[in-house]
Nanobody
Framework: QVQVVESGGGLVQAGGSLRLSCAAS????????MGWFRQAPGKEREFVAT????????AYADPVKGRFAISRDDAKNSVYLQMNSLKPEDTAVYYC?????????????????WGQGTQVTVSS
């Protein structure tokens, strides 16, 4: 049974930092492209960042480029999202997802497994 579990969310002031973690089990993590998405209240889920299992290449949504960094540790079956210079508009539930595709994709339909999400709230 595949499990994807996020952690590290919380309440932070604008300008602060948070590091999200995601642990996956029940799959061959080293062959999964991993991604982070987020959903703010009243809005659709949107792409945040992704990292390829094959090349290690990364991709970011424009609103987070330069502030967020995705990384992975295959030995720990984990992927991370370091979030710096947080803004109130970053407030959302953040979801981790796993994809069998080797290339980076920004569309949720390419991802096969999803976590339950972790809340990130940035106060002004």
């Amino acid at each position: 049974q595949v499990q994807v579990v996020e952690s590290g969310g919380g309440l932070v002031q604008a300008g602060g930092s948070l590091r999200l973690s995601c642990a996956a089990s029940g799959l061959t993590f080293s062959r999964q492209t991993m991604g982070w998405f987020r959903q703010a209240p009243g809005k659709e889920r949107e792409f945040v960042a992704t990292i390829s299992w094959l090349s290690g290449s990364t991709a970011y949504a424009d609103p987070v480029k330069g502030r967020f960094a995705i990384s992975r540790d295959d030995a720990k079956n984990s992927v991370y999202l370091q979030m710096n210079s947080l803004k109130p508009e970053d407030t959302a539930v953040y979801y981790c997802a796993a994809s069998r595709y080797s290339l980076t994709h920004r569309t949720s339909t390419f991802f096969d497994y999803w976590g339950q999400g972790t809340q990130v709230t940035v106060s002004s």
